[in-house]
């Protein structure tokens, strides 16, 4: 089977559980005869131009029946964010050429007075769409559904600017359903919890599609709530979840209980949990966390061995050259070494982007955005944009986004090591480092760090600093020379940290900021007079030569 159709059409008549929500339980035979239902009407409503359909709704049965409805009518679904908001919101639907529009009542609210290119009376209420379908009566069986038909545009997450409508056609999304449903057994008793939104390539790529291949059911929670999480687990029986970035640090936040190990999981797969925070995860639950590296373009994936090493994301594939590049000289970068403490020693010969020399795997573009996929496949490569460093064994280490970059004292630094580090700190429930100007130098950055803290604590500055002087693994210039104080850090729909207002903010903003003065120990806390002067030594750096 080669695409998403012929999947759907293998689950005909199935009466197994399918698709699972808080409302309704749907075997997956009657997920296929509703979903045939809706692409019939699909059909009778393309018009001229790209048939893609706009879907603003919450995690549940319906959004996926309407995805699968695309699929066998041949249509293209855009997942729309609902955390975007006005004229940012209105451009991902003009941008993606949308059709049809279906949301709920709080989508309806969002979209009211935005220039969004939709003709009000092709944007559906979740319920108007579900009777014109059933009034239309016609089923659509798929039968002419084709590979390179283009399925999905998924937008990526945003963490360090403007997200970009990924391209994924049926034969992608199938041949990456059986590539996971082996690679992270995947079987047909599975009920496989869904927390992670939707619109997203984590939920769809590592946790729809390959419960789809095998016939496994699918729960819907409408969105991931951290003290939901297990009450969800015992009421669906789920026995594996994806995650994404800080989801599982906010479980772990939520009150411990004796019975927290009564529960049905056997494992969970995603990206960006601490080793600390996995380690943890295993031990109140009992469920074993996957991490793995990979993302919407589908440019190359990496995933942990037995052997990979703690905090490891995991070699490189057989047959597929990866390697950690100078992004300007297209040059490797030198292996990783580190001291007793597992500090790295040469982040600036060995820290660089993360590239497939293989070629660009599933990567099949950007939609109507030439020029971001020409740059992500220059030279036949594919470039993640992604930081990482490979150890001598082979092993590659996530060492942050391409905007998470410090140059600290003519030393090239990531911001992922560091932030790995402080999240130990037991008062930090969250952190993000980020570079801000060096106004004393006029030229490379001073690290900055955004700090969510832990219910009932307070930040001590001489408690932190003499917690760092103890930590064997804390490099000699990682100390943050500001700390913000937030309640909480800016982060994506999936729960990924972005630090693009944080870094254009820098130290001025309405939080509490804690500042430690050059070749000084202790930090003070930064007041208007202060901060007055630092932004003064900052523009008059700018402004003189350099010799």
């Known amino acids: 089977m080669t695409t998403i159709a012929e999947l759907l059409l293998a689950r005909k008549g199935d009466e197994r559980q399918g698709l699972l929500d808080t409302n309704h339980r749907l075997t997956w035979g009657e997920v296929v005869e509703r979903a045939a239902i809706r692409a019939g009407w699909l059909r009778s409503m393309r018009q001229d131009g790209p048939p893609h359909l706009g879907i603003l709704l919450p995690n549940g049965n319906d959004y996926l029946i309407w995805l699968f409805a695309a699929a066998l009518a041949r249509w293209t679904v855009v997942g729309i964010n609902p955390t975007r908001r006005g004229a940012s919101l209105a451009l991902d639907i003009q941008s993606t050429d949308c059709q049809l529009l279906i949301c709920d009542d709080e989508g309806f609210e969002m979209l009211d007075g935005l220039d969004h290119g939709v003709e009000a009376s092709r944007v559906f209420d979740e319920q108007g769409s579900n009777d014109a379908a059933l009034a239309h009566g016609v089923a659509e069986w798929g039968g002419d559904a084709v590979e ?14 403007t997200p970009k409508a990924v391209r994924c056609t049926q034969g992608r999304l199938t041949s990456i359903a059986l590539t996971a449903s082996a690679g992270y057994g995947y079987v047909q008793e599975d009920v496989c919890y869904c927390p ?64 927290d190990l009564d529960n049905t999981l056997t494992r969970g797969f995603g990206t960006e949990a601490s080793s600390t925070d996995r380690v943890a995860f295993k031990r109140r639950f009992g469920c074993r966390l996957i991490e793995g590296y990979g993302s919407s373009e589908g440019g190359m994936s990496i995933s942990a061995t037995p052997d990979t090493p703690r905090g490891a994301l995991g070699p490189a594939l057989p047959g597929l050259d990866i390697a950690v590049v100078d992004p300007d000289s297209g040059e490797e970068k030198k292996r990783a070494v580190f001291d007793k403490g597992g500090a790295l020693l040469n982040g600036n010969d060995a820290i660089g982007e993360l590239v497939n ?5 599933k990567f ?70 980020y570079p801000v100007p060096d106004f004393d130098a006029g030229a490379g950055d001073l690290v900055m760090a955004a700090v969510e803290l832990r219910d009932s604590s307070e930040f001590d500055p001489d408690s932190f600093q003499t917690w760092i002087l103890d930590q064997d693994d804390f490099g000699t210039k990682w100390t943050p020379s500001f700390l913000r104080v937030m309640e909480k850090i800016d982060e994506t729909a999936t729960g990924k940290m972005t630090k693009v207002r944080l870094r254009n903010e820098a130290w001025q903003c309405d939080d509490v900021v804690w500042y430690r003065p050059a070749r000084e120990n202790s930090f003070h806390l930064l007041d208007i007079e202060t901060s007055s002067k630092l932004n003064e030594r900052l523009e008059r750096a700018r402004s003189e030569p350099k010799t």
């Open 148 to 161: 390179s038909d283009l399925l999905l545009l998924l937008f990526t997450s945003g963490t360090t600017g």
């Open 196 to 259: 992670m939104p939707l619109f997203h390539g984590n939920a769809l790529m590592a946790l729809v599609a390959p419960a789809l291949y095998v016939g496994a059911a699918i729960a819907l929670p409408p969105r991931f709530s951290a003290s939901g999480f297990i009450d969800d687990v015992r009421h669906f029986q789920a026995t594996i979840f994806t995650y994404v970035g800080k989801a599982i640090s906010y479980i772990l936040a939520t009150p411990s209980s004796d019975h």
């Open 357 to 361: 020399r293989s070629g660009v795997g």
């Open 364 to 433: 099949e573009g950007y939609y109507k955005d030439d020029q971001a996929g020409n740059s992500r496949s220059r030279d036949g490569w594919y470039w993640s944009g992604d930081l990482a460093y490979r150890d001598a064994e082979g092993f590659f280490f996530f060492a942050g986004r391409s905007g998470d970059w410090l140059r600290v004292d003519s030393e090239n630094m990531a911001a992922t090591p560091i932030e790995n580090v402080l999240a130990r700190y037991g008062p930090f429930a969250n952190v993000a480092i």
